[in-house]
């Protein structure tokens, strides 16, 4: 087994998880190396801090340190120091920047960001909104919902809705299946709130190949042929267009990064504070 | 109205939401102050960064920045200095460190970190099961889950579920209802696998009344009273003692939070490769 070249360890006094956010963004630059991305969460006491440098002191390491409190902190970069470990705060500058321009001491709570409020409330609603109408449960759904995904089996229209919920848009998603006729809601509402999803022929056989595996339902191998496929992407091209809506092709694509695209085109054409404030 | 006494503005040339992180997290440093936090993703070309610093150049600004793309990210130093504006690069300096460490100059390929690989459809999948299986939709969910929520309604079952989905587990979870009878299948499964949720009376019922409200469903008051939630909570404390799972108690928490913890006790007691992969 190849030893790794480095251990970056990712260290915050919450849950937050920027500075692991930053560990794997950095570690993504360097391919080819067999870099450790450990972390530690709600670090509360300098017993924490000590197994930390115990196990990082030996090692290729690089701290990150999201961390507000500030004796906590001074003691991590003390015994960082003191084993000539690399370390890095991430929140440092930002908030000593940002003290200068609002002319005021920070709190430096690191309770400051998670407070349980409306805002919070109304992403658990729409996390719950998503589950509760996934798939068409209830067609009714497309006239309460912010938005409205549609598109064929496998083309990612579940996690979209979920990652959309997390940033409080209610979203319903309907699957169009050639056989079965779509609900009569997705003509009545603005098509601008209608996104259809569509990907391509080899990375749907390869997801639907993979999901009948996964099942053991090699007798609904029709599923993940490229003839039906074809007639899918077909027909949903067809619905598309007679609804009018943005289509946008997934292939490729994270689902953040679609999920992006489709907020910046509801920036655009939707003046909405809702859809503003998701910025 | 208020004027705003500063702007962070958080950029990215991918839809990364580390920046946006680091902006939300300085800024609730400074309560009291009115403090606009604004972001670009995926911004790919000068003509982007130009409206930017037209949008910041006059205001309390800064800038946080997570761009790798070099040219990109010298053109917009460039500008924001030419202007006297703040900004703060938060990758510079993991990258820089870690390349030292390595050896090995950097990519600098935005993109580097989203490959659509095994991992991330096995999130797409996991994301999939805690839908389908969303409120005890089939039994057999809590056989193939790789942990299972229990607990009556209102205490963030399903977005828990949701978020340790987003983390790669499997989730399933149950609600526990004195007139229905669990599952036989959460007496048959190891109870380091189950974790019950309860919260405080007070906070259910708020919750349970804002469910009301949202709902119009008055007639239903009987769900948010604290009698009906005291016997709800004591049916499932007993419950939870009979298979002797982890109790937590979510009152005051964030849904993060509790993943965070949840995912410690799991670590601990599980020196299962997948779990561990989660941190």
Redesign the interface.
């Known amino acids: 087994m190849k030893m790794a070249?480095?251990v970056?360890y990712a260290i915050s006094d919450s849950?937050?998880?920027?500075a692991a956010?930053?560990?794997?963004?950095?570690?993504?630059?360097?391919?080819?190396?067999d870099?450790i991305i450990?972390?530690a969460?709600?670090v509360k006491d300098r017993m924490a801090i000590d197994i930390i440098i115990e196990a990082t002191k030996h090692l290729?390491?690089?701290l990150?340190i999201?961390m507000?409190q500030k004796d906590l902190k001074d003691y991590l970069i003390h015994r960082a120091m003191e084993n000539n470990i690399?370390y890095?705060d991430?929140?440092e500058?930002?908030?000593g920047?940002?003290?200068?321009?609002?002319n005021?001491k920070?709190?430096?709570?690191p309770e400051?960001?998670?407070k349980?409020n409306e805002e919070?409330?109304d992403?658990?609603?729409a996390?719950?909104f998503?589950?509760k109408y996934?798939d068409c449960k209830d067609p009714r759904a497309i006239k309460k919902a912010d938005l409205v995904l549609i598109g064929i089996s496998r083309t990612?229209k579940?996690?979209l809705s979920?990652y959309l919920?997390?940033k409080n848009i209610k979203v319903a998603n309907i699957p169009l299946v050639p056989e079965v006729v779509p609900p009569r809601e997705l003509f009545e509402i603005p098509r601008d709130r209608i996104f259809g999803l569509i990907t391509s022929k080899q990375k749907l056989n390869t997801?639907r190949m993979?999901r009948l595996k996964?099942h053991g339902l090699n007798d609904e191998a029709n599923y993940a042929s490229f003839e039906r496929i074809d007639y899918e992407l077909k027909y949903a091209d067809q619905i598309m267009k007679d609804i009018g809506c943005v289509i946008l092709n997934v292939a490729?694509k994270?689902?953040?990064?679609t999920?992006?695209t489709i907020l910046?085109i509801l920036k655009e054409v939707n003046a909405s504070e809702k859809i503003r404030l998701q910025?």
């Open positions: 070249n480095a970056v849950f937050e998880e920027t956010a930053v560990a794997k963004a950095a570690a993504a630059q360097f391919p080819g190396n870099i450990d972390r969460h709600c290729n390491s690089l990150i999201d507000l690399a890095f991430i929140m500058q930002a908030v920047t940002l003290s200068n321009i609002v005021q920070p709190n430096l709570v400051a960001t998670y349980l919070y409330f992403r658990m609603e996390i719950d998503a589950v996934d990612s579940t996690p979920i919920a997390t997801i993979e996964a490729d994270a689902i953040e990064e999920a992006s910046q910025f």
